[in-house]
């Protein structure tokens, strides 16, 4: 399955994004799916994720603000990311496996300030 990431930008601390990851060549769930991210000169930290059975999780960095879904018709996978603090600023990847560990594309840029 071929994986792209948009929605990021930058944003002032307190407000939302919504990531989206666009799926080709294979339904999504088919797969347990996840957003995990990476901010310079740390490692990658998986935040969310939901399994074959809509089964939903959450990294305890994300819960409570961050809200993981699936749109199997669209073949889409979504990230909406509420009350974002600085500590947020990262580039966000989606990817299969337990929360995104299979992640290789582009990812998107989520900058807080």
């Known amino acids: 399955v071929q994986l792209v990431e948009s929605g990021g930008g930058s944003v002032q601390a307190g407000g939302s994004l919504r990531l989206s990851c666009e799926a080709s060549?294979?339904?999504?769930?088919?797969?347990?799916m996840g957003w995990l991210r990476q901010a310079p000169g740390r490692e990658r930290e998986g935040i969310a994720q939901v399994d074959t059975d809509g089964i939903v999780d959450y990294a305890r960095s994300a819960q409570g603000r961050f809200t993981i879904s699936r749109d199997n018709a669209k073949n889409m996978l979504y990230l909406q990311s509420n009350s974002l603090k600085t500590e947020d600023t990262a580039m966000y990847y989606c990817?299969?496996?337990?929360?995104?560990?299979?992640?290789r594309g582009q990812g998107t840029q989520v900058t807080v300030s």
């Open positions: 990817g299969k496996g337990r929360y995104g560990a299979d992640a």
């Open positions: 060549g294979s339904p999504l769930s088919n797969y347990c």
